[in-house]
């Protein structure tokens, strides 16, 4: 884990950082107004993972698909930015369907608000 202000970066910090621009399918596990299975919370935002890959955790490496509200069960797009945790080590991309696609921080800081504490991470982009 990485503490706030350290330059070394955490493990899935360096698995995050290569989808940065790139094009990514997810898999959708947790779509839009469906409730988390613990905590009960709505989603806000369609949330699932790039199948393929592991995480720090043991599960998939998470992403957060901005841009449509319809509940989905796969989704395809550009990754543009990924939620650096400082708290614990389990980034999550910020993916959009269209590459054209710009949200500033305070955007997807609004998008994701329904699970990240504002203060707890920091947006990473290229």
Partial sequence: MTSPGSTEESESLRLARPFLGRSVDLIIDRPYGSRHPTCGFPYLANYGYVPGTRAPD?????????????????????????????????????????????????????????????????????
């Fill in 58 to 126: 043991g599960e998939e490496l998470d992403a957060y698909y901005l841009g449509s509200s319809e509940p989905m069960t796969s989704a395809h797009g550009i990754c543009i930015a990924i939620i650096h945790r400082l708290h614990d080590d389990d980034d999550k991309l910020v993916v959009v369907p269209d590459p054209a696609t710009t949200l500033d921080d305070a955007a997807i800081a609004a998008a994701v608000e329904f699970q990240e504490t504002a203060g707890h991470y920091t947006v990473i982009r290229h």
